[in-house]
Structures are given as C-alpha cells and as structure tokens.
C-alpha cells in the first residue's frame, strides 16, 4: 500500500519561509517522479513543483519560479519543498503527489498517488 504523508505546514506572516516535507511508503517496483499541487480555498488544484526521479530535473510553476524549491532524497524516500519569501497568495493546501516515471510531470491527471495535504497560511 502506497502512502504519502505531508508535513510541515503552518502559519508564517508573508515574507516568511516554510519547508514542507512528504515521506512516501510502498513506492516499490517502478521509479517516481514527485511533485507538489496546492488548492486554495474555492479554487481548483494547480501545480506548484515537479521532480524527476533522479532529482536532476525540476519544474515549477510561475508563480513560484525563483521562490519555491523542490528536492528528493531517495536514500529516505522524502521529498521536500522549500518555500521561501511567502506570500498571502500561497495560502492553500499542499499536496504531495507520485507519479510512474522518470520524466517531470506537471498535469494532475498523470500522477498515481496523493496524500492527504497540509494548509499552509501566510498572513499579511
């Protein structure tokens, strides 16, 4: 059974920074590349940062380009997103997502397995 448990979110005043981390279990037999989605409040899931399974190849979004870092260690099987100088418009729920394959994906529908979100809040 794959599982994916998000961590790391919380309040922080805009400006701010968080790191958010995703420990995944049960990802055996094939490789996986990783990626980040968030969902504000009425809105829909959007992609936030993507990486391949090595972690040489990343991709973001851009809203997040130049802000939002995204690493892996596999050795640990975590994932993580480094959000530095928040913003009120980051305030959502952050997914962390699985998907078969070594390339990065950044459309919702190509990925396996997701977890259950942490909200991250960023006040002004």
């Known amino acids: 059974q ?3 448990v998000e961590s790391g979110g919380g309040l922080v005043q805009a400006g701010g920074s968080l790191r958010l981390s995703c420990a995944a279990s ?10 980040w989605f968030r969902q504000a ?3 829909e899931r959007v992609f936030v940062a993507a990486i ?12 997040v380009k130049g802000r939002f870092s995204i690493s ?3 050795a640990k099987s975590t994932v993580y997103l480094q959000m530095n100088n928040l ?3 980051d305030t959502a729920v952050y997914y962390c ?4 394959g070594l390339a990065v ?11 259950q979100g942490t909200q991250v809040t960023v006040s002004a």
């Open 52 to 63: 391949g399974w090595s972690g040489g190849r990343t991709d973001y979004a851009d809203s």
């Open 2 to 4: 794959v599982t994916l």
């Open 97 to 100: 997502a699985a998907a078969r």
């Open 72 to 74: 892996r260690d596999n």
């Open 26 to 35: 049960g990802l055996t037999g094939s490789r996986y590349a990783m990626g």
């Open 105 to 115: 994906y950044t459309t919702s529908g190509r990925y396996n397995y997701w977890g």
């Open 41 to 43: 409040p009425e809105k």
């Open 87 to 89: 913003k009120p418009e």
